[in-house]
């Protein structure tokens, strides 16, 4: 069922992304249009995640592929060019150290 | 809260103990401790194994040991043990080390000395774990460990980065 409901909105064009915040591994799972950039998607992340975008944070794939070159790239050009076909994203926080 | 310049000061065990507990099904995502091969030998300890990826594919297995004496207002205390002893001798077990480079935000030290530990220790360089403010290491205002934001995916997330491509290297030569 939820399955059935998933393709419906992807149909309609909302697809489902996750994104995992890694300073403390919540996550956030939204439905968001295929037009919107990667840039978009990062920043509502944060509203839903309830946190604060720092200087130095990053926004990748869930297998660690940085997307801030592709910020402006929509979810379907992020699929297109199989930079990410699944919509599942993290958001790295800068460290300091050495 | 950590601060800079501020010496760590350890946490109630109990208090410790309840911070661990409340975070540890949000790190953990849904899977279980033995899922994901964590052991939990006291309240405050895991033993965690992680995988570093070398550039021709193939893994080389560590064991990080994270101690929750001082959390949740300071980071876990990270160290990576021999997994046989459960333990990190210097020079001995320097192999048990992952060797990385090139992330400005964490570093590898088999022996760190300073002022404030002249015998030396190991040290993740990192602003999510424990030994780097134990040490006085100079840190930007922003990296700060910030209890009410951050918890403990925090430090085992940034140690995970760099056992990652293009970081990881291999092992720590002895």
Request: aromatic share 10%; with cysteine; charged share 25%.
């Amino acid at each position: 069922m939820n399955d059935q409901k998933e393709t419906k909105h992807e149909q309609d064009g909302e697809p489902m992304v996750e994104v995992i915040y890694l300073n403390t591994n919540e996550d956030a799972k939204f439905h968001t249009p295929w037009s919107h950039t990667a840039q978009q998607t990062w920043d509502t992340a944060y509203a839903k995640l309830g946190e604060q975008k720092k200087t130095g944070d990053q926004f990748e794939t869930q297998d660690g592929k940085s997307l801030m070159p592709y910020l402006a790239l929509t979810l379907s050009q992020l699929r297109d060019q199989h930079i990410s076909a699944n919509r599942k994203f993290q958001i790295k926080c800068e460290t300091g150290g050495a | 809260m950590a601060e800079i310049g501020k010496d760590p000061v350890p946490n109630t065990p109990a208090d410790a103990v309840v911070a661990l507990d409340s975070h540890l099904p949000i790190v953990l995502r849904g899977k279980t401790m033995s899922e994901v091969g964590w052991e939990r030998p006291d309240l405050l300890t895991l033993y965690i194994p992680l995988s570093g990826q070398r550039a021709d594919g193939k893994e080389d297995e560590y064991m990080l040991r994270l101690n929750f004496g001082y959390y949740p207002e300071w980071p876990p205390s990270a160290q990576f043990v021999n997994p046989q002893t459960k333990q990190y001798l210097y020079p001995d077990d320097v192999s048990w080390l992952p060797h990385f480079e090139g992330n400005s935000g964490i570093a590898m030290h088999t022996a760190y000395k300073n002022e404030s530990c002249p015998q030396g220790r190991q040290l993740i360089c990192c602003s999510m774990t424990l030994e780097f403010y134990l040490v006085r290491h100079g840190v930007d205002p922003r990296h700060l460990w910030n209890s009410k934001r951050d918890n403990f995916a925090a430090t085992l997330n940034a140690i995970r980065g760099v056992l990652q491509q293009p970081y990881y290297k291999g092992r720590q030569a002895r």
